[in-house]
């Protein structure tokens, strides 16, 4: 439980999760490597990556435990999550609710996220013990969806994906995020090529996170 909460509250500290996709494993590895650079050290691999397992004990390799908090994302049934945590992801991420994911996680008292979009799927996170409702998609509703939702629902944090970029972030966090998730907006640079961006972006998304949490 303590392992959880202190990952928990790396994520809070840092205020960004990179979402990290690519048509390869290599590919995935260099944006993860890019964002590093940029001063973003909470990594998301999605299970979307072709030969994504091998993505993760590799990454591990590559940068210790104290650089980077590696996840596994859109993570869809217990048989995905259970060999994540196995091949040493520290978070699991949903894109919905699948209440046995979440007991899964719960079980090796892994940090986990399930995904919700309607006010009955953040109930149904809650319920199944969700450490952190990941709100998705995002960009269908707008930072102030947070707002409405902790009216009724208060007790639930949240984590936005999608949607989320350098002009509305601050609205993000001004609406009660936890922090936020951020895929292509922050690693578009790669499609071309370009990882050099992809740290830059990076950059300014930590730069701007630290300024509004500044006040």
């Given at each position: 439980?303590?392992?959880?909460?202190?990952?928990?509250?790396?994520?809070?500290?840092?205020?960004?999760?990179?979402?990290?996709?690519?048509?390869?494993?290599?590919?995935?590895?260099?944006?993860?490597?890019?964002?590093?650079?940029?001063?973003?050290?909470?990594?998301?691999?999605?299970?979307?990556?072709?030969?994504?397992?091998?993505?993760?004990?590799?990454?591990?390799?590559?940068?210790?435990?104290?650089?980077?908090?590696?996840?596994?994302?859109?993570?869809?049934?217990?048989?995905?999550?259970?060999?994540?945590?196995?091949?040493?992801?520290?978070?699991?991420?949903?894109?919905?609710?699948?209440?046995?994911?979440?007991?899964?996680?719960?079980?090796?008292?892994?940090?986990?996220?399930?995904?919700?979009?309607?006010?009955?799927?953040?109930?149904?996170?809650?319920?199944?013990?969700?450490?952190?409702?990941?709100?998705?998609?995002?960009?269908?509703?707008?930072?102030?969806?947070?707002?409405?939702?902790?009216?009724?629902?208060?007790?639930?944090?949240?984590?936005?994906?999608?949607?989320?970029?350098?002009?509305?972030?601050?609205?993000?966090?001004?609406?009660?995020?936890?922090?936020?998730?951020?895929?292509?907006?922050?690693?578009?640079?790669?499609?071309?090529?370009?990882?050099d961006e992809v740290t830059r972006t990076a950059a300014a998304f930590r730069e701007k996170i630290m300024e509004i949490r500044k006040g």
């Open positions: 439980m303590l392992k959880k909460m202190r990952n928990l509250q790396r994520i809070m500290d840092t205020g960004i999760i990179a979402v990290i996709r690519g048509d390869t494993v290599q590919q995935a590895l260099q944006v993860a490597e890019a964002v590093k650079k940029g001063g973003i050290d909470i990594i998301e691999i999605t299970m979307t990556v072709p030969g994504a397992m091998d993505a993760l004990p590799q990454f591990k390799q590559k940068f210790p435990r104290d650089e980077v908090l590696l996840g596994a994302g859109t993570v869809l049934d217990t048989e995905t999550a259970r060999l994540t945590i196995l091949a040493g992801a520290e978070f699991v991420v949903s894109p919905g609710l699948n209440p046995e994911v979440v007991k899964m996680c719960n079980r090796y008292q892994v940090l986990n996220m399930a995904g919700s979009m309607t006010v009955n799927d953040v109930i149904g996170a809650l319920e199944a013990g969700s450490d952190v409702v990941k709100f998705f998609p995002g960009n269908l509703f707008g930072p102030q969806v947070i707002k409405t939702l902790k009216g009724p629902l208060p007790q639930a944090e949240f984590i936005p994906t999608g949607g989320v970029n350098l002009d509305n972030v601050q609205e993000w966090f001004r609406f009660g995020c936890l922090a936020v998730g951020v895929g292509s907006e922050l690693t578009r640079g790669a499609e071309k090529g370009d990882y």
